[in-house]
């Protein structure tokens, strides 16, 4: 566990080292970005046996997390060294004294980020809060997720050794429990907050951040449900249960875009695709959960589950004896429409959906019972004018429940680009203006500062970034 | 008072406004904004007088206040209309599937704005965050400052005639006290809070939105020492005194970019300007102030400084009897370096400001100790190279600490374009990545949306805006 004394030490040096990085230019940044995605890369093997050791997660899915880790540490690089970080909208204008004011994106100082555990390289240590963190200029306190110790003290060696060239304290890694992480959040040069974990762990942590003397923005992606709804046009396509069913169960169900909830048309093609889910994600093999705590709430949720009234419960058999506590058994709850409230709208981390044959006339009221999400999924028959209406009915409600809305594909994927927007509204996310996937996040890591009647030669020398 | 079901019943209709906002175009927000600024230009007579007569500002700073107030209303519906709030990073990507993904804005839902008492038009009923949140799509309940009921209630009948055309419950004005302020702040369909005053109000405000089950954003702005520092060279020009003094006493005092600190080098040229400061605010006319209590809370502050150790005091002589206990004395509190501290570095309301004598190399220890400012300004000789020099070297640590940097000019004019940043660190607002003036006000009230894979006509259909 990291003392509360080195992380004061930390959190002094990284203010020391912001004041260096702000006079970095974005293309000083970039290379800072390419080394870490080298030393990564070049690392692979080693990264792939202690993540894969430690956390259950098969060498394919963690080969495919490096890959998009070292992308994004080199697409959010090669975003800010083009300028790209820029706002538009700030070309020079005329102050009222006849000056020009222009706007520049200067980097907030030091920030924490916590690793989240389901995503021990994309949102771990060298993850994307600490890519946007270090492509704005900002130091970096990374906190290691308590379950993965391994793992992460090797990626922060890696990054370490990687940022050589970086002024002493842009990274630092910290370890520990509730109270380092609270000594972290509270630590005065700290200016911002990265998270990806569980509601209760980020409300902590926002709690923290918001009794401050100088409240600080916390940046938390937390539960979500992730709702599909299959319209009855579509449904009569059964090629859907294999893809939802894949969808749940993928990485032992442990995705935040995971599909927690699928409503079907009660009509007997949706009762159809119903079972077939059932049926497939009972069917899929699985592997062990990230963490003891993890297979053990799974294991209680299967539990309470099939005691809920009117439920019914398509489960895998239970594991024979010896394949350890941490592996899971898949399993579908079904529910009537009535039934759908509590526990049965909550996002359970697990190869777990529960799935609802409902009327569609019923679709508007169950959406407007749901919180926020990172998703919600339609899955339509675009040919089928009825449909289609239903579609163009449905999408605001949706839209104003999720930071992205899906059209006839499964939520699982997150494609790393300028375009994507990786949030949502409450519980999903703390800040639902900002993402934590693509180029834009950069900018929560930004603030910009106006600059009103500067010679030309004070910007060159002083906002070069 | 507003009564809190009455609270109750706005927000809710206010929620079902939002839904059908949301659904227009940025043109029709644009024609809503503009009818709002026709009426109230058609009505400059009479808000002017009544203004005038509930604020003690002149009618001439209450004219020019309300073309600000018009012509950001036009701009704001002009930025929307041209499609110039969507993000230019969103331009479609391949999402892992396939599908193209591309990010919209959405409103957020009802926002709370907190009407100002010093810009009783600007940052009033009609101010920036109402016009923000209406060009966002987003329905508005606003308070109204207490001090000026009927200046609110004409500027509110105003825009709910202007707003007809809108949903009901696009608008509404609330009246009361801190009740009524935390039983709006803390109503379920209130999805973003916009606040200009105090520190103790803004931090109050904030404190109850991060206490709600689900925390929403505050965009406060708040207290602002905003330092001056001026050059050696630049102290030989004897003008900055009557530029200077001028900021300090415009409008009594009470402008929230009002220089607090002005440093002149300790020289004989520095110390001229400094007495000629002096002298120059407290003979410079004034007004009433806003309330009796920020009146009473000059008066003590000038008895209080009169009172510290060290300080020398010019100010105007005490008023004649009958001149009402709304109007300011002008005074200048000179102290030594190592006197600053406390009180000295606070903002103070009214027309007054401290100005400090100190060696330059002692300039960057006392930048050090300055809380986060809406501006910083350093008056600069750029032909100098000393000076040139100096000002290369403060300008990273101005930067840190304001959200506007001014060379050679004085703060208190703010460009509304698309350039503009008004915001800053804590304690000069709560949210320093926000601006509450320009274009990118729009952009708090707003939130993406990621689409993958929708047909183009639901795109068309659902997010026109």
């Given at each position: 566990m990291t003392d509360p004394r080195t992380i004061t030490e930390y959190a002094a040096r990284a203010a020391d080292a912001a004041r260096v990085l702000a006079t970095w230019t974005g293309a000083q940044r970039r290379d800072l970005l390419h080394r870490c995605a080298d030393a990564l890369a070049a690392a692979e093997d080693r990264i792939i046996g202690v993540a894969a050791a430690e956390t259950g997660l098969t060498p394919a899915r963690l080969a495919g997390e490096l890959a998009r880790?070292?992308?994004?540490?080199?697409?959010?690089?090669?975003?800010?060294?083009?300028?790209?970080?820029?706002?538009?909208?700030?070309?020079?204008?005329?102050?009222?004294?006849?000056?020009?004011?222009?706007?520049?994106p200067v980097p907030v100082g030091p920030v924490a980020v916590f690793a989240a555990s389901n995503f021990p390289l994309a949102f771990g240590v060298p993850g994307g809060d600490t890519a946007a963190a270090l492509a704005a200029g900002c130091p970096v306190l990374v906190k290691a997720h308590p379950a993965q110790p391994e793992t992460s003290r090797l990626l922060a060696d890696l990054l370490a050794a990687a940022l050589a060239a970086a002024p002493a304290g842009t990274f630092a890694l910290v370890e520990g429990g509730p109270e380092v992480s609270l000594a972290l959040v509270t630590s005065p040069p700290i200016r911002a907050v990265g998270f990806t974990g569980s509601l209760r762990g980020g409300r902590a942590l926002m709690d923290a951040a918001a009794g401050r003397p100088d409240p600080i923005p916390v940046y938390a992606e937390m539960g979500s449900l992730n709702p599909v709804l299959v319209l009855p046009g579509a449904a009569r396509d059964g090629n859907w249960a294999a893809a939802l069913a894949a969808a749940v169960t993928g990485s032992a169900g442990q995705l935040c875009t995971k599909p927690g909830l699928v409503l079907v048309p009660a009509c007997p093609a949706g009762t159809a695709l119903a079972d077939g889910i059932a049926v497939a994600v009972a069917a899929t093999p699985t592997h062990r959960m990230l963490t003891e705590d993890m297979a053990a709430a799974h294991a209680e949720w299967l539990d309470r589950a099939a005691n809920l009234p009117?439920?019914?419960?398509?489960?895998?058999?239970?594991?024979?004896?010896?394949?350890?506590?941490?592996?899971?058994?898949?399993?579908?709850?079904?529910?009537?429409?009535?039934?759908?409230?509590?526990?049965?709208?909550?996002?359970?981390?697990?190869?777990?959906?529960?799935?609802?044959?409902?009327?569609?006339?019923?679709?508007?009221?169950?959406?407007?019972?749901?919180?926020?999400?990172?998703?919600?999924?339609?899955?339509?028959?675009?040919?089928?004018?009825?449909?289609?209406?239903?579609?163009?009915?449905?999408?605001?409600?949706?839209?104003?429940?999720?930071?992205?809305?899906?059209?006839?594909?499964?939520?699982?994927?997150?494609?790393?680009?300028?375009?994507?927007?990786?949030?949502?509204?409450?519980?999903?996310?703390?800040?639902?203006?900002?993402?934590?996937?693509?180029?834009?996040?950069v900018r929560r890591f930004l603030r910009p500062v106006a600059l009103q009647g500067l010679p030309a030669e004070f910007v060159a020398a002083v906002f070069p970034g």
């Open positions: 880790t070292t992308g994004q540490l080199r697409l959010l690089g090669d975003f800010v060294a083009a300028d790209r970080h820029r706002d538009p909208l700030a070309s020079p204008a005329a102050a009222p004294d006849g000056s020009d004011v222009v706007t520049v009117g439920t019914k419960l398509t489960s895998a058999p239970p594991p024979t004896a010896g394949t350890g506590e941490r592996t899971p058994r898949p399993f579908v709850v079904q529910v009537e429409p009535e039934q759908l409230s509590g526990d049965l709208l909550e996002e359970h981390f697990g190869p777990t959906v529960v799935v609802c044959a409902a009327p569609v006339d019923a679709y508007p009221g169950i959406v407007a019972r749901l919180a926020g999400s990172l998703t919600a999924t339609l899955i339509v028959d675009p040919v089928d004018p009825a449909d289609s209406d239903l579609a163009v009915a449905l999408l605001p409600a949706l839209a104003e429940r999720a930071g992205r809305v899906v059209v006839n594909g499964v939520p699982t994927g997150v494609a790393v680009c300028d375009a994507m927007h990786h949030g949502g509204p409450w519980p999903a996310t703390s800040a639902p203006w900002s993402t934590s996937v693509g180029t834009a996040a």
